[in-house]
């Protein structure tokens, strides 16, 4: 499961969390779900913050492969570089 998935998934469960714990406080149900919001989003800070470290993390590797893919792939059309035909790249 991503690391995106994970943190998603976090955030979710402990807006519904916090919505529960409200449930039976006696007030307005838009002011319930925006304490819930509010609540949710502090003690997400808190309590993910490895998921959320986990999940910068594999966003950066994501952007570092498309970016190295992205160079290649222009090197290749320019004509910079040619490929052997044992996969091998080689450089002019």
Known sequence: MSAALKYTLGRI??????????????????LRLMLAL??????SFFLLKGLRDDMAEEMAEAAERRRTEKERLRSALAGDDQTEPDGERRES
């Open 13 to 30: 469960g402990l807006f519904v969390v916090v919505l529960a714990a409200l449930w039976f406080v006696e007030m307005n149900m838009f």
């Open 38 to 43: 509010i609540f949710s989003a502090t003690l």
